[in-house]
Every structure is written in C-alpha cells, then in structure tokens.
Nanobody, 117 residues
Framework: QVHLVESGGGLVQAGGSLRLSCATS????????MAWYRQAPGKQRELVAT???????NYADYVKGRFTISRDFAKSTMYLQMNSLKPEDTAVYYC???????????WGQGTQVTVSS
C-alpha cells in the first residue's frame, strides 16, 4: 500500500508559478513510475508528466517547457514545478504511483490549481 498526499495548490495569476508536492509513504526507489495527472471541470483526467525509476521524464505537449517533474529520494517526495501558468492549466492535480511487480496503482486525493486571467 502506498499513500500519496499532494500539497501546494492554490490560486495564481496567469504567468505565475506554483510548486506541487506529492509525499509518499513508501521509498520512491521502490515505485516504478510516478506521474502527475490533472482533471478540469467537465473534462477527462489527463496525463501531465511522468518520471520513472531511472529518472527518465516525459511531458504532455501542453506543458512541455513550462512544467518540470522531479523527485527527492531522501524526502520520499515528488514535485511538479509549474511556470508560466495559463488559465487553461486550471484543474485538480493528482499524484499517481505505479508498481509493476506485483502490479499496483495508487492515487492521491488531488490539489486544486486555479489560474486567473
């Protein structure tokens, strides 16, 4: 079992920055893939960024160059640095963890990010 707790959301003006955190109850080194997803009102949940156990990162096109995913192994925490925020980035952001053997997937409770124009 892995517990994930997000924090760092809030209200920010367009062009501003926020850093989201995802604290895990398990060593990050034992988690195969960690990711950030987001869900805007009336829309499906969508992938924002992923980071694997070997520190390979991937980003959705709509955040590439603006968002950075990272991990702190000592703190068992994953981060999402969000710069140059746009109103369309407004959503609830969720932390996700996947373990391949045996397969398991976990979600955090989400943190609200609101970007005003």
């Amino acid at each position: 079992q892995v517990h994930l707790v997000e924090s760092g959301g809030g209200l920010v003006q367009a062009g501003g920055s926020l850093r989201l955190s995802c604290a895990t109850s398990r060593s990050i080194g034992s988690i195969s893939v960690m990711a950030w997803y987001r869900q805007a009102p009336g829309k499906q949940r969508e992938l924002v960024a992923t980071v694997t156990g070997i520190d390979s990162t991937n980003y959705a096109d709509y955040v590439k160059g603006r968002f950075t995913i990272s991990r702190d192994f000592a703190k068992s925490t994953m981060y999402l640095q969000m710069n140059s925020l746009k109103p369309e980035d407004t959503a609830v952001y969720y932390c996700n963890a996947r373990i391949f053997t045996p397969w398991a997937e976990y979600w955090g409770q989400g943190t609200q990010v609101t970007v005003s124009s």
